[in-house]
C-alpha cells in the first residue's frame, strides 16, 4: 500500500521473496545495474540482496532525491539506510515534458506505467538522463559505512521492486510527483492544442497551405483500403489431375500468395516504407517452416518435411521456433556456434549475480552458444541477432519455449516461472 505525502510517497514494506530476480523490468535492472557499477565491495551487494530477499527492508519512504528506509541487520538492529539522486534541473524536466506530450506512443506507455527502452532513448538524446549511471546512487546509512553497506543495497533491491511495479517512482525520485508530471503533461498538450508552443517549430499556416493547393495540381486518389486477400478459384472438379499435380498443394499455395500479396502491399502503403530496410530472402527451408506455420494441410505437411529432409516432429519444432521469432529463432534451432568470448563473459556475472535460488545461483552447463541451467530442465540459446531464447527439454529433446531477449536474466526467470 501507498500513502501520499506532501513531498513523496510512502510504500509498506514487501513481504520477503526467493528464487527469483529482483527485477523484471528492463528499468528496474538498470537501476540495480547502477548500484552494481557504483559500489566497491560486491559481497556488500550481495549481503544487501540477502537481506531485502529476507524481508529485512521497512517501510519506503520515496520523495524527489532520496529513498529511506529502516533496514534489520541480521541480529534485528534497525539501521536507518538512505540513497541519494540526482535531481532534474528544470530545463530538463521542461525538454522531458515536451519529448512524451509531442509523441503520442511516449504518452500512451506512461499513462500505462510503461517505461520502453526508446523513451529513455530519446530523452537521452535530448540530453535527459532519467536513469542512475556510475556513481549517481550516493549512499548514507547509519551504520557508519561511507560506501554502499548491506543495509542501502537492501534498500536499492527493495526500489527496483517497486520500479518494477510503478516507473513514476523513478520520476519521483528524479524531482516530479504522478500528479505534477501528469499535470505538465495536460498543460503542454492543451497548449500544443491551441496553438505553436515557445520554442518548437510553428508548423505552416493554414492559409499558405491553401494558396499554395491552388498553384499545384491535385493528387490522385489514394488506393482503396486492402482489407482481406480475394478466395483463390477452387481447382478442383469433374476432371482428373494431371499425373504429378498436387491440387491441394496448389489451392494452398495460391491462397498463402494472395495473403502475402495483401501484406506487401499494406506495408508500401505505410508512410516511410520507403527507408524501412528490406529483409533477406527466405531459403528453402525457411520458406517451407514458413508455410507449415501458416496452417498448410495434412498432405501438404508431408511433403514440405520431405523437402526439407526430416521427419513431422522436426518440422512440428521447427514450426514452433518460427512462430516465437521467424527466421532468428529458426537461426537459434538449427545453429550451434561459438559467440565472442566477452558476450558470454559478461551474461555469466549477471546471471550468477542476479539469481539466487535457496542462496546459490543455478548451475550453467553446456557449450558454444548454449547454456543449460542444471537441474532445471531449461536451457539459453544466444542468437546472432544478439537475443537470448529459451528452451525446455521435453521428452523429445529441446523444445523451442518463448521469444527471445536481450537480457539472459529476465528470459531465463520469465521461462522458470512457467513451469
Known amino acids: 500500500m501507498t500513502h501520499d505525502l506532501d513531498t513523496g510517497r510512502t510504500f509498506g514494506a514487501l513481504p520477503p521473496v ?32 540477502r537481506h531485502a530477499r529476507a524481508g529485512a527492508v521497512g517501510a519506503v519512504s520515496v520523495r524527489p532525491g532520496r529513498v529511506t528506509a529502516l533496514v534489520h541487520d541480521r541480529d534485528g538492529t534497525p539501521y536507518r539506510a538512505d540513497v541519494m539522486v540526482q535531481q532534474l534541473a528544470q530545463d530538463d524536466w521542461d525538454r522531458f515534458v515536451g519529448l512524451v506530450a509531442g509523441r503520442a506512443e511516449h504518452l500512451a506507455a506512461l499513462l500505462d506505467r510503461d517505461l520502453p527502452p526508446h523513451m529513455a532513448e530519446d530523452a537521452a538524446a535530448a540530453g535527459v538522463d532519467l536513469l542512475p549511471g556510475i556513481g549517481d546512487l550516493e549512499p548514507e546509512c547509519a551504520c557508519g559505512a561511507w560506501d554502499h553497506c548491506a543495509h542501502t543495497a537492501a534498500l536499492c533491491h527493495q526500489v527496483a521492486r517497486l520500479l518494477d511495479q510503478d516507473p513514476f517512482v523513478l520520476l519521483l525520485l528524479r524531482g516530479r510527483g504522478e500528479r505534477e508530471v501528469l499535470d505538465e503533461l495536460e498543460a503542454r498538450s492543451a497548449a500544443r492544442s491551441a496553438g505553436p508552443v515557445a520554442g518548437e517549430p510553428a508548423g505552416v499556416p493554414a492559409r499558405e497551405v491553401f494558396a499554395g493547393h491552388r498553384r499545384t495540381a491535385a493528387l490522385p486518389a489514394p488506393p482503396p ?61 525457411e520458406d517451407a517452416v514458413r508455410l507449415a506455420a501458416d496452417g498448410a494441410p495434412g498432405t501438404v505437411t508431408d511433403r514440405l518435411a520431405a523437402g526439407c529432409g526430416g521427419e513431422l516432429a522436426g518440422l512440428a519444432r521447427a514450426v514452433r521456433a518460427w512462430r516465437f521469432g521467424g527466421p532468428a529463432a529458426l537461426s537459434v534451432l538449427d545453429e550451434e556456434w561459438t559467440p565472442e568470448p566477452g558476450v558470454l563473459a559478461q551474461a555469466r556475472d549477471r546471471l550468477a549475480a542476479a539469481w539466487e535460488g535457496d542462496g546459490q ?21 544466444y542468437g546472432h541477432d544478439g537475443r537470448w ?4 527439454c521435453e521428452d523429445d529433446g529441446w523444445e523451442p519455449a518463448g521469444p527471445g531477449g536481450r537480457d539472459p536474466v529476465a528470459v531465463l526467470a520469465g521461462t522458470l516461472a512457467e513451469d
Open 18 to 49: 526467493r528464487g527469483r530476480v529482483f527485477a523484471t523490468s528492463w528499468w528496474g535492472r538498470a537501476w540495480l545495474q547502477a548500484l552494481e557499477d557504483t559500489a566497491l565491495d560486491g559481497e556488500q551487494v550481495r549481503a544487501g540482496r
Open 225 to 285: 483500403p486492402v482489407e482481406a486477400p480475394g478466395r483463390p478459384p477452387a481447382l478442383s472438379g469433374d476432371l482428373p489431375a494431371p499425373p504429378g499435380l498436387d491440387v491441394a498443394a496448389l489451392e494452398f499455395l495460391a491462397a498463402d500468395a494472395a495473403r502475402r500479396a495483401r501484406l506487401l502491399l499494406a506495408e508500401a502503403l505505410t508512410p516511410g516504407h520507403d527507408r524501412t530496410p528490406v529483409p533477406p530472402p527466405l531459403t528453402v527451408r
Open 361 to 381: 545461483p543455478p548451475r550453467l552447463a553446456g557449450a558454444a552458444n548454449r547454456w543449460t541451467a542444471v537441474g532445471t530442465g531449461v536451457q539459453l540459446r
Open 389 to 392: 531464447w529459451p528452451y525446455r
